[in-house]
């Protein structure tokens, strides 16, 4: 929505009806009620024309839909640039998207991810926002940068794909455990303490698989942490939220009707910091609460009475 007043935007998705409807409303009535669509905005069920006549892609599915999507792109003869926004792991393999581009796009180059704390409804609203784009290749991520930014979306080129996908992935785990924390009732220096100790959690595993420290102090780090950890309008922090009321994981999710990537990341996450000796005792509390029935304040009174060691 951002972007159609100032380049040729057209929407692909899986489901023509819905497409028409938008087209037809200028209204997303599922995902986006209260944002009028740009009249520039086209819609176009036919992939193949989409991704033919493209001069940029922007994926934007969940982790779990991205590998059909790359298989689906991986048919057409010529593609151009390509960037994501998807923030987690493929379930199973345990791929960044970056890895899966590598797998099934291995001669694509012109790549790159875009995050940072943005939630959708705010950005289509016209409300300020400031991204990163990272890419493998700088010029581009410095051109699509420049492309990319429109009046109240700033965007900021950077190198460290890794840094920047994993500072997406991991701060939702972080906002799954800052909703049971605020769910709790459990106070300011509660949550402080919390996003203060998330961040050094995502970035000892995030270094050690090879993201730069500094990355997790940008917005792809701290900037979604703190947005995804303090606002309601983020669905991870809506399952911590519901959690922490009692209600069970499959009605949290029925209800939800949108992707938490943090859900299916947490697992994935513990299982690699378990095999890289990486501490990250709140994620595996979060795992624990989400999947084998740890009551919050039971994880919460076995985080605060770990052995005292040193913050550093
Ligand atoms: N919503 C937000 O504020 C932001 C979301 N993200 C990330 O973007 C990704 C997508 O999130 P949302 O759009 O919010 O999720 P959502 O759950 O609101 O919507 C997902 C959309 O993707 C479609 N989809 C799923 N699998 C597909 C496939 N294989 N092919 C085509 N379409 C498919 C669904 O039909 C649905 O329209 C996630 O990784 C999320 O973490 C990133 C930044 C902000
Ligand atoms: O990543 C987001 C904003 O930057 C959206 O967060 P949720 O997926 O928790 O809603």
Redesign the pocket.
Known sequence: ASWAPHHAVTLW???AVELDAMRASRVNTR?LPDCLLPDALQFNPDFNAVVDSADLIVI??????LR??LAALAARPHLPPLIW????FEHGSRKLPHQLIAELLPEHTQTGVL?GP????EVAQGYPTALTLASHDSGLAQRLAEALSVQRLRIYAHDDVIGVELG?ALK?VMAIAAGICDGLKLGHNARAALITRGLAEMTRLGVELGGHFETFMGLSGLGDLILTTTGDLSRNRQVGLRLARGQTLDTILAELG??A?GVSTAPEVAALASELDVDMPITRKVCQMLFEGLPAAEAVDALLNRDIKTEF
């Open positions: 998705g899986r489901n995902y934007a599915v969940p982790s779990s839909g059909p999507t926004v998807c923030k987690g995050s943005s939630f959708a409804q997406g939702n949108h992707v990537e």
